[in-house]
Every structure is written in structure tokens, then in C-alpha cells.
């Protein structure tokens, strides 16, 4: 275990369960539609967008960036949270310092292979505990769980993170995902029960 980031809640609110939100020991499924099947062997992610050297890497050159495990809590907007994952996985900010983020960057937009796509704000995104997950408990992350690659945020509601990712795209102006068209949140604070877009 490199880091417990199940501290973060301190940051957003007093509680460490998100109000609104109930507590489940099992690991639910949510998919929009069936689940890719992605070898490690052929699976690669492409970055692209405003950054200095856009490039698209294989398992290889993914993993030889950097990986740390933590332990963080999973926050699903339909209502409950698991705590205590260990997740292990490449930080957003180390792929970020490999491609050289562009100074007129200000938002993220995650392709998966499912065509699912789900956005942030960049600074919402160059968090420590944001991960580009391949293990869960230590084990290769199972394919329902988005396996071989997923992202996660702890610190936003689950759906921020693309199951299946194979693409991380920096964009200069707001791009809006596949809830976020639907009007989920931009945002997505579980503390701020920003579950739902105002505009
Ligand atoms: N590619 C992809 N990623 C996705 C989804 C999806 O349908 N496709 N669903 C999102 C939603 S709504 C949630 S709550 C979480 C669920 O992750 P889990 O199935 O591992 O619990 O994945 C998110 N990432
Ligand atoms: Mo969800």
C-alpha cells in the first residue's frame, strides 16, 4: 500500500459516507450497455488533445511510467459506497507529466472502448488518488469492473471514472460525456450531492 487516500473525505465535507449515500460491502456492476472484452495484450490508451507529445501507449509502456497502490473509497451517484479498495494503478498526474499538459488545457474527456465518455475539469483530474487502475485487492481488475484499465476517482461520483479507458483527451473548452449530456454533473462532489446538473 503506497497510499490510504480514504482521508480525502476531510477535504469535501465532515462525514466519510457522502450524505444521501448508504454503505455496501459487495462490488456492484454498472454498465451502460454489454462488456468489451480487451486484452492486456491489445489494449493501449491514447492520449491526445491540447498536449506537447500526444502518443498512444501499449501495456508496456503504460506500466513502465509508474504504479502505486491505494486504498480509497467508490462512490456511486445511484447511492452507495464501498469502502476500503485497493486499487493499483498509474497516477493521472504521471501520465500527465509524460505528455506535457498544454497551458491552454482546462478540461478532460475519457474515451472507453464501450463508447462510454465521461468528463472533469482538468484540475479535478491532477489529483493524486485520480488512477488509471488495473489491479483491484491485488488482483487483475475483472472485467466487469472495467478491467483491463479503468479510471478512478474517489473524490468525484464513480461515473467519472471510464471503465475500459483508451483514451484521455485534453480539451481547451468544456466537452460533456455520455451522463453528463444526460444531465448528470459536471462537477460530481459526493459531499456537495452534486448528483444532477442545474443548467
Ligand atoms: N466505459 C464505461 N465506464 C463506466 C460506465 C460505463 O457504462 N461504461 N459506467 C459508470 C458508472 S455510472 C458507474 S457508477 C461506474 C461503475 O463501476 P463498477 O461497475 O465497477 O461498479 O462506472 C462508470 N464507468
Ligand atoms: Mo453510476
Redesign the pocket.
Known amino acids: 500500500m503506497d497510499r490510504d487516500a480514504t482521508d480525502i473525505y476531510r477535504e469535501f465535507g465532515d462525514e466519510r459516507l457522502p450524505p444521501g449515500q448508504h454503505r455496501t460491502d459487495s ?7 454489454s462488456t468489451p472484452r480487451v486484452t492486456r495484450e491489445e489494449w493501449t490508451l491514447s492520449v491526445s488533445g491540447a498536449v506537447e507529445d500526444p502518443v498512444t501507449l501499449d501495456w508496456d509502456a503504460f506500466t513502465s511510467l509508474g504504479v502505486e497502490t491505494q486504498r480509497q473509497d467508490f462512490h ?3 447511492g452507495w459506497s464501498r469502502f476500503d479498495c485497493d486499487f493499483t494503478g498509474l497516477p493521472f498526474t504521471t501520465l500527465a507529466d509524460h505528455v506535457g499538459v498544454g497551458s491552454d488545457a482546462v478540461h478532460v474527456l475519457f474515451h ?3 463508447d ?1 465518455t ?1 468528463d472533469l475539469p482538468l484540475d479535478a483530474c491532477l489529483r493524486p488518488e485520480t488512477l488509471f487502475a488495473f489491479e483491484f485487492d491485488g488482483e487483475p481488475l475483472p472485467r ?3 478491467g483491463p484499465v ?1 479510471v478512478v476517482t474517489p473524490h468525484r461520483y ?2 467519472k ?4 479507458v483508451t483514451g484521455v483527451e485534453f480539451c481547451t473548452e468544456p466537452r460533456r460525456g455520455f ?1 453528463e449530456q444526460r444531465g448528470y454533473s459536471v462537477t460530481a462532489d459526493p459531499w456537495a450531492e452534486e448528483r444532477y446538473s442545474d443548467s
Open positions: 462490488f456492484p456492476v454498472l454498465s451502460k450497455g456511486c451517484v445511484t472507453a472502448a464501450d462510454y465521461t466487469d469492473h472495467g479503468r464513480a461515473y471514472g471510464a471503465k475500459w451522463w
